[in-house]
């Protein structure tokens, strides 16, 4: 396989919050890019395909499955360094109220203050577009961040569309969400490369090409 900048050559497990940790007990490393989305949208699934391992995040049918927030130390190989952070899935019905409710001010205090943070990608199941607390998440996002963030919202699981409906999906996922959105597969690895350019230029870093197709 061609080399290409977005290939990872490094990839590690940093560290985790969990219910009652201090955010800021997680030492700053490098910019951050954090994935968000409700459980099962593909979050996990989506950080192994791009940093090519596919063990380094686990990953499941049972929603619910990553229950903190999961911080990855990777390097690009074009020394680019940067931390992915996967997020717990919001929307997880099972879990107690009191339970949800100290999750959603973990969260919440993350996507405001963390300081390194530079790049959100909001994922929305491609065959559901955006709902309710999609929406509510880029409002908070857009209303009460501290310092400049980009977002990207990409569509999960395009494999899953027919063909026939892709750009359909992907330009009214634009409309509703107002930021760029990507198609998206773990499958047919559709989104990949443009994925890698658009997180890459929200964390300053060089991208180097820039595919038009599956993007609206
Ligand atoms: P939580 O940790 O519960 O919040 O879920 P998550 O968002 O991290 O989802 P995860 O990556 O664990 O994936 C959930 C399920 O969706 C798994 O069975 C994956 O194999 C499947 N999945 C993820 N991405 C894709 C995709 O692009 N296409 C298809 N067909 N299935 C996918
Ligand atoms: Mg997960």
């Known amino acids: 396989m061609k080399s290409s900048p ?12 969990t219910i009652g940790s201090d955010p800021t007990s997680l030492p700053v490393q490098s910019a951050e890019v954090a994935f968000a989305g409700r459980s099962n949208v593909g979050k996990s ?25 999961n911080f990855f130390d990777v390097k690009a190989r074009d020394d680019a360094r940067l931390v992915m ?3 717990p899935g919001y929307g997880f019905a099972k879990r107690s109220k009191t339970e949800r409710s100290h999750w959603a001010d973990l969260i919440e205090n993350y996507l405001q ?3 390194t943070l530079r790049v959100l990608v909001v994922l929305a199941d491609a065959r559901r577009g955006l709902e ?10 857009a ?48 989104g990949w490369e443009e994925l890698w350019v658009a997180v890459r230029k929200g964390l300053g870093f060089a991208a180097t090409s820039a595919p038009a197709a599956n993007s609206a």
């Open 45 to 69: 699934s989506l950080i192994n395909s791009l940093v090519q391992r596919k063990g380094l995040v686990r990953t499941s049918n049972t929603p619910g499955c990553t229950r903190q927030i």
């Open 132 to 141: 309710e607390e999609e929406r509510e998440l880029l409002a908070f996002v």
């Open 143 to 190: 209303a009460r961040r501290i310092s400049p963030l980009a977002v990207i919202v990409v569509a999960t699981k395009f494999d899953k569309v027919p063909k026939s409906k892709a750009v359909s999906t992907l330009a009214q996922l634009r409309r509703d969400a107002g930021v760029h959105a990507i198609g998206f597969s773990i499958v047919d690895k559709s």
């Open 6 to 17: 977005f290939d990872v050559i490094e990839a590690e497990f940093l560290g985790a919050l």
């Open 85 to 87: 952070v996967d997020l």
């Open 113 to 115: 203050k963390r300081p």
